[in-house]
C-alpha cells in the first residue's frame, strides 16, 4: 500500500524557488486573517464574509461531471468543488495502513500540550458534541481523488473546553506514534480542519481509519490522518 505524497515534483520546485503553492497562499490568508482579529483587528470582523468570497471566487470552479480521475493532479486548494459529484464509498482510494483494530471500550481522544484542562475523551463523548456535516476533496496526488460527505465535530469546540492557552499557535493531529499532520491554528479554528467519523452517510470504515481521522479542506491526503488518538496545541 502506497503512501501519499504530499508535493508532486513541479510543486516542490515551486517552493525550492522561494515562491507559494495556492495551499500556502491560502494558509498565509488565512493566518493574517485571525491574526488581526486576535490582535486587535475588531474591525475586520463585519469585512471577513466578503473575504472568504473574494477568496473562493479565485478558485477553478468544476463542471457537473468532472471525472475524478482528472484531478489527482490538482492542488485541492485551488479548486472550487461546488458542483463535484460525492464518490461513492465503494469507489474511495486508500492510503497509508488499512488494517488497524480499535476496541472502543479502551480507546479514548486525548487533548494536551498548551491547554489548562488536558481531556481524555470516550468515542460516546465525542459522538455526542455538535455534528458538523461538509463536503470535502481528498486528493492523493497521482493516485486517486476522494470527494466525500463527512461528518464529525469541531476541533475549536475541544480546544473550548480544553481552554486553549493564549500562547498556542499550532495543532498537531496524530496516530500515536505513527502518522502525524500539523496545522496552523488559525485553520482549526475556522473549521477547514475538523475530525470525522462517518463518511457518506455510513460510520467510518476500518480501511479509511476508525474511528477518527482528519478531515483537512484545501490539504493534501497526506495531511488527512487516519485512526487518530490524539491532538497537542504547540506553540509556533
Same mark, same amino acid.
Given at each position: 500500500m502506497h503512501n501519499c505524497s504530499l508535493f508532486n515534483g513541479r510543486? $516542490?520546485?515551486?517552493?525550492?524557488? =522561494?515562491? +507559494?503553492?495556492?495551499?500556502?497562499?491560502?494558509?498565509?490568508?488565512?493566518?493574517?486573517?485571525?491574526?488581526?482579529?486576535?490582535?486587535?483587528?475588531?474591525? &475586520?470582523?463585519?469585512?471577513?464574509?466578503?473575504?472568504?468570497?473574494?477568496?473562493?471566487?479565485?478558485k477553478k470552479i468544476l463542471a457537473k461531471g468532472t471525472?475524478? +480521475?482528472? &484531478? $489527482?493532479?490538482?492542488?485541492?486548494?485551488?479548486? *472550487?468543488?461546488?458542483?463535484? +459529484?460525492?464518490?461513492? &464509498?465503494? +469507489?474511495?482510494?486508500?492510503? =497509508?495502513?488499512? *488494517?488497524?483494530?480499535? *476496541?472502543?471500550?479502551?480507546?479514548? &481522544?486525548?487533548?494536551? =500540550? /498548551?491547554? /489548562?484542562r488536558p481531556l481524555s475523551l470516550t468515542y460516546a463523548q465525542l459522538a455526542a458534541l455538535p455534528t458538523i456535516e461538509r463536503e470535502v476533496l481528498l486528493i492523493c496526488p497521482g493516485f486517486f481523488a476522494n470527494h466525500g460527505r463527512w461528518k464529525g465535530f469541531s476541533l475549536k469546540g475541544l480546544l473550548h473546553q480544553a481552554d486553549l492557552d493564549r500562547t498556542a499557535g499550532r495543532v498537531t493531529i496524530e496516530t500515536r506514534g505513527q502518522k502525524t499532520a500539523r496545522f496552523p491554528l488559525a485553520d482549526i479554528l475556522s473549521d477547514k480542519v475538523f475530525l470525522a467519523y462517518q463518511v457518506n452517510g455510513k460510520e467510518l470504515p476500518q480501511k479509511h481509519g476508525s474511528p477518527l481521522r482528519v478531515v483537512a479542506e484545501d490539504y493534501y491526503g497526506s495531511d488527512w490522518v487516519k485512526y487518530v488518538d490524539r491532538i497537542s496545541v504547540e506553540t509556533t
Open positions: 510543486e $516542490i520546485y515551486w517552493l525550492q524557488e =522561494g515562491g +507559494e503553492t495556492a495551499m500556502e497562499t491560502r494558509r498565509s490568508f488565512m493566518r493574517w486573517v485571525f491574526g488581526s482579529l486576535l490582535g486587535g483587528g475588531v474591525l &475586520l470582523v463585519p469585512l471577513l464574509p466578503a473575504m472568504q468570497r473574494a477568496w473562493a471566487a479565485s471525472r475524478r +480521475e482528472s &484531478l $489527482i493532479q490538482e492542488n485541492p486548494a485551488g479548486l *472550487d468543488t461546488t458542483n463535484l +459529484e460525492v464518490t461513492p &464509498l465503494e +469507489e474511495f482510494g486508500t492510503m =497509508g495502513p488499512t *488494517d488497524r483494530v480499535v *476496541d472502543l471500550a479502551t480507546w479514548r &481522544l486525548e487533548v494536551s =500540550g /498548551k491547554v /489548562k
